[in-house]
């Protein structure tokens, strides 16, 4: 009786386990997407954010701001990006997660200067909505050598 319980244990921490890859992977693959759809589009993916919006702080400083998918107009004359050491921390197994990353990118935002060294470190929470992962807040922090973007938002 106690093998069978013990196989049943292992078995169902087997279960969660790959259930709790799946969310990370999952949440990975966004954030390796919305890298690509900018890359690609020079623009960046408005379906990113969260129908309710995303409160996110930005990697030039200001205050918080809160972001609607309606009011995101990041367009690029140029913008060439990656990201790397993707960790994700699954708060919610399908439903919540929060990204850890890099990013790295040389780029012109539509009407401001060239950012030709863009260094940051990204911490995004995601909840999954209609079937899809979308971002409900951000903060970016520049790494010390790298700069933020060129936009400064004070309120």
Same mark, same amino acid.
């Given at each position: 009786m106690k093998i069978q319980g013990l196989s049943i244990l292992l078995a169902a921490t087997m279960i969660a386990s790959t259930a709790h890859a799946g969310t990370a992977e999952e949440v990975r693959d966004?954030?390796? /997407?919305?890298?690509? &759809? !900018? %890359?690609?589009?020079?623009? $960046?993916?408005?379906t990113r954010i969260s129908k309710h919006g995303s409160k996110e702080f930005f990697s030039s400083g200001g205050l918080l701001n809160t972001i609607q998918r309606d009011s995101d107009?990041?367009?690029?004359? =140029?913008?060439?990006?990656?990201?790397?050491?993707? +960790?994700?921390?699954?708060?919610? +197994?399908? $439903?919540?997660?929060? /990204? &850890? =990353? =890099? $990013? +790295?990118?040389?780029?012109?935002?539509?009407?401001?200067? /060239?950012?030709? %060294? =863009?260094? !940051?470190?990204? !911490? $995004?929470?995601?909840?999954? +909505?209609d079937g899809m992962w979308r971002i409900k807040a951000a903060h970016w922090s520049p790494l010390q050598g790298g700069a933020g973007t060129s936009q400064t938002v004070v309120k």
């Open positions: 966004v954030v390796k /997407a919305n890298m690509a &759809h !900018t %890359n690609k589009m020079m623009s $960046q993916d408005s107009a990041s367009d690029f004359d =140029y913008f060439s990006g990656s990201v790397k050491h993707i +960790e994700v921390v699954v708060l919610v +197994e399908g $439903q919540a997660a929060v /990204a &850890h =990353y =890099y $990013q +790295e990118a040389a780029m012109k935002p539509k009407g401001l200067p /060239a950012v030709p %060294n =863009y260094r !940051t470190r990204v !911490t $995004q929470a995601f909840v999954k +909505e």
